[in-house]
């Protein structure tokens, strides 16, 4: 089966420094797409999405590996959304 061409935008996103969070992946490319080429549950990776705590290292080289990017890449994009969830979840009262 042929990669979805998204994957390709994404990367140029990334690579021009346009993506600043793992979530905003998903702005661009469907989930339902993601989900099939991981060969995972949409359940769970909703809960990756909405919890980047729950991305174990082995799902973020494969997203490295359809991305065409190193995995350092990705891991960077998770961390920062750690970061900005872990702001938000500050911010509220």
Do not use: C
């Not at 290292?57 to 190193?70: D, K, N, P, S, T």
């Not at 995995?71 to 994009?77: E, F, H, N, P, R």
């Amino acid at each position: 089966m042929a990669k979805d061409k998204r994957y390709g935008t994404i990367k140029k996103l990334i690579e021009g420094g346009h993506l600043n969070a793992f979530r905003e992946i998903f702005d661009t490319l469907p989930k339902s797409i993601v989900v099939e080429d991981l060969g995972t549950n949409g359940t769970k990776f909703n809960r990756m999405i909405n919890d980047v705590m729950w991305i174990r290292m082995e799902e973020a080289r494969r997203m490295a590996e359809l991305l065409e990017v190193e995995g350092d890449v990705i891991t960077d994009l998770i961390w920062k959304q750690y970061n900005l969830d872990k702001k938000s979840k500050k911010k509220k009262p």
